[in-house]
């Protein structure tokens, strides 16, 4: 009797420590937010990479200077490697015929995707951020066309919820704008030179991709990537080579991180992380 006594009172306390695991709630994600509260790093303390990837259509120039072109090869990168990313194209990418099929790759591979605006609204003076160039209705019919393009794929808000603003520039009231529209902004980590791939040879300003890979990991021994929000044009800037584009770079990026020890994550991570916490 005491042996059955026994068994039961085991039973009981293991049956108590499962449904007292069942209730505890996951830890909600650690944000590093800028001066208007758009986050920069996920996580500041895990060994992770947040891979994003913006575009935009230069619809003026038929996509000469801007575009999506880099958007296969970056797939099947991430696809050989088996790593997620995070997609933000703006809402132009998604009219052009040659871009549906990679779009719906972007789905149906277990990306993130959202956009980046519609039409690449620059919202403030770069000189001067405190002076709006565009106004809170004109936001409004931007995001709303870009919504329209993004449900046309069959995403609801609360998929695409996370956005990378036009430019990654911004103030205040384009933030509180974004924010009363139902979005997350998110911004790739301050410091790192991967968005300087637009420039051309024969300007001062131009910042080969070796350049920018040797800053990465400078910034990756100075600062770790814990966390980092990590931005790669998928984008055919004129005046390049293939060699000189920093996605074309990718695989040897994600193998020397996973070196490291790094993982990766995208910002479906993130809203799954939201939710287990709540």
């Not at 995001?143 to 996370?162: D, I, N, P, S, V």
Request: glycine content about 6%; overall charge negative.
């Amino acid at each position: 009797m005491k042996k059955i006594l026994t068994s039961i009172a085991v039973v009981l306390a293991m049956i108590s420590m499962v449904a007292c695991n069942c209730k505890t709630k996951s830890a909600a994600p650690t944000f590093v937010t800028d001066e208007y509260g758009v986050v920069e790093r996920i996580n500041p303390d895990e060994k992770c990479v947040y891979l994003v990837f913006t575009a935009h259509y230069s619809e003026s120039d038929s996509g000469y200077f801007e575009n999506f072109d880099g958007i296969v090869p970056v797939l099947n990168t991430l696809k050989e490697k088996d790593v997620k990313g995070s997609f933000f194209p703006t809402g132009v990418c998604f009219t052009v015929d040659r871009y549906q099929e990679p779009i719906q790759r972007i789905i149906d591979e277990g990306h993130y995707l959202s956009a980046h605006s519609f039409a690449h609204l620059l919202f403030v003076d770069e000189s001067d951020p405190t002076r709006s160039l565009v106004t809170a209705d004109s936001i409004r019919r931007d995001f709303a066309r870009m919504e329209q393009e993004l449900e046309r794929f069959g995403l609801t808000k609360e998929q695409y919820c996370w956005l990378i603003p036009p430019y990654e520039t911004y103030n205040q009231e384009a933030v509180d704008v974004m924010t009363e529209l139902g979005y997350r902004l998110v911004n790739p980590t301050g410091g790192l030179l991967t968005g300087m791939d637009w420039t051309s040879p024969d300007t001062k300003i131009y910042h080969s991709t070796e350049m920018i890979l040797d800053d990465l990991w400078q910034f990756e021994s100075e600062n770790t990537f814990n966390g980092v929000v990590l931005l790669i044009h998928a984008m055919n800037y004129p005046d390049r080579t293939d060699e000189d584009r920093p996605y074309n770079h990718l695989g040897e990026i994600i193998d020397r991180l996973r070196e490291k020890g790094y993982t990766f994550k995208t910002m479906f991570d993130v809203i799954e992380a939201e939710k287990a916490a709540k």
